[in-house]
């Protein structure tokens, strides 16, 4: 694991950094497949694939150019009419709902949970209508929503779970990696994320049929011979070179995960006695990823969210609103046919309060105790 040059304490602290394999064990890996040629859907996708399915404890693993394009395949890949409904929250990050936009679908949007900020299952329950295709629970931060009630609800009315994971991969519900909850997950590679391919995603599913069916439209939607088109597709597959980035983080997903878990835990000690401030809740029966760490900064504190996000900026720490504005008010969607359940106040709470700090799996103490000291200095 190569965590590249570590900036000084006199230097800026992003607030995101991909930690990645060495160039050289890169090098090496995708070797093989750059001299043959086949540098796309190779040797190293389905090394990759096959790694992910084992880890995750599912049938099957196809891996594609994003979670975005893994989402927008999914949902292509079941035929939904057009303007069927998806249950889906607006605390998250804007792609989850364009690829529902993509499908001609209609997002329903729910409130989330005050403490674990991941979608509210009784206000799921509540959106179920006639017009409903299926429900699209969020990983927030990397921790998992209450996967067993949202189960349940599916379950008992019919329709689909499908899930965007992007930010969970290497989380747990209880005790159970996820992977393989609902009909299928899609989890992002990028570089913001704790195991990356530098770009990608992958969708895990235990249905051999959906699995075989996203092979195919991944490359467009080709039939097996390459010359008819069986699906409507897209070009969204995965290069050798990514998948081979991909298996060597994989490789290190316990480490990297351990290394951030251990970074939110010192945020969460620094931060429990700054007044009019709160952190996400994390029940004993799930684990996050790690993907992020947000300080929620309410009306009861020294200064407000963006106060404190202009005084770190100015001490070239980095830090971000998320997620902010939330989904339901954004330009892309406001206007496109939607449902609204209630008011979400517990999405708009966490839209103006949430505040996410530095975090990466190579963050040095010293950068770490950096940050600690300036949200201390400025709200304690």
């Known amino acids: 694991m190569n965590s590249g040059v570590v900036k000084t304490r006199s230097g800026s602290i992003p607030i995101i950094r991909p930690t990645l394999p060495d160039i050289q064990d890169v090098v090496d890996t995708v070797r093989e497949a750059y001299d043959s040629g086949v540098v796309t859907l190779g040797k190293m996708v389905g090394l990759f694939e096959e790694q992910v399915r084992q880890y995750t404890d599912v049938d099957h693993a196809v891996a594609v150019s994003s979670c975005t394009s893994g989402l927008m395949l999914a949902f292509a890949a ?23 936009i993509w499908n001609r679908l209609t997002p329903v949007f729910v409130d989330c949970l005050p403490g674990t900020m991941t979608i509210d299952p009784d206000e799921v329950a509540k959106a179920i209508g006639p017009n409903t295709a299926a429900i699209l629970p969020v990983t927030t931060f990397g921790l998992p929503p209450d996967m067993d009630t949202l189960g349940k609800i599916a379950e008992r009315t019919g329709i689909l779970l499908i899930c965007d994971s ?24 990028s570089p913001t994320k704790v195991i990356t391919a530098i770009e990608g995603g992958i969708v895990t599913t235990n249905d051999t049929e959906l699995a075989e069916k996203l092979r195919a439209m991944r490359d467009y939607g080709k039939d097996p011979d390459g010359e008819e088109m069986k699906f409507n597709g897209l070009s969204a597959r995965m290069s050798e070179l990514h998948a081979s980035v991909g298996l060597l983080s994989l490789r290190d997903a316990d480490s990297l995960i351990d290394a951030r878990l251990q970074l939110i835990r010192k945020y969460r000690e620094r931060t429990q006695n700054l007044p009019g401030c709160r952190v996400q809740e994390f029940p004993e029966d799930r684990i996050s990823s790690g993907n992020y760490f947000t300080l929620l900064i309410g009306k009861n504190a020294r200064a407000d969210r963006d106060g404190v996000m202009n005084e770190l900026n100015a001490r070239n ?35 103006t309060t949430s505040l996410a700090l530095p975090l990466y799996a190579h963050m040095t103490v010293q950068d770490h105790d950096r940050v600690c000291e300036a949200i201390q200095s400025i709200l304690a």
């Open 78 to 100: 079941m035929g939904f009419p057009e303007r069927a409904e998806v249950v889906v929250p607006s605390f998250t990050f804007p792609a989850t709902v364009q690829a529902l």
């Open 166 to 189: 992007a930010q969970g991969l290497g989380a747990t519900y209880r005790g159970k990696r996820v992977g393989g909850f609902g009909l299928c997950e899609a989890f992002s590679l």
């Open 317 to 351: 720490i980095g830090s971000k609103r998320y997620f902010y504005p939330p989904v339901h008010v954004q330009r892309a969607f406001r206007d496109h046919p939607h449902r609204i359940i209630g008011k979400l106040p517990n999405t708009w709470a966490g839209a």
